[in-house]
């Protein structure tokens, strides 16, 4: 049986199958992201880290670490609709928009120094 990793808060599904590891959003069923050859053997634990951040995987005596760029944009998706309710007080509209900031943040960072390693 191929390894399963719920987010604690349901926003992503990693699934590892062989050497890959899928992303999908429980919303929809929708495939995210896929990453194929993570290792060199069949992947047989894979976790997310508590804060939900990092996705860790297992397989052929290693550990790879990996940013969990799915759940950061669920992230971004689910608070935009959050804002959108009249009954947030100004201190929840206000952690939910610094919590949007850091989402941001987090993936120019990760995407740009993706994008310096590509070039």
Do not use: C
């Not at 191929?2 to 929809?28: Q, Y």
């Not at 689910?78 to 100004?90: A, I, M, V, Y």
């Amino acid at each position: 049986m191929d390894p399963v990793e719920f987010l604690t808060d349901a926003r992503v599904i990693a699934v590892a199958h062989g050497t890959s590891v899928s992303w999908f959003r429980p919303r929809d069923s929708h495939l995210e992201e896929t990453m194929h050859d993570l290792h060199a053997s069949p992947i047989n634990t894979i976790k997310f880290s508590k804060d939900g951040r990092y996705l860790l995987t297992a397989g052929d005596r290693h550990v790879r670490v990996f940013h969990n760029v799915p759940g950061y944009r669920e992230l971004l998706v689910d608070h935009s609709e959050t804002l959108k309710s009249p009954k947030l007080s100004q201190a929840q509209r206000s952690r939910i928009k610094e919590q949007i900031e850091e989402a941001e943040t987090a993936l120019k960072s990760i995407l740009g120094a993706v994008q310096d390693v590509a070039d």
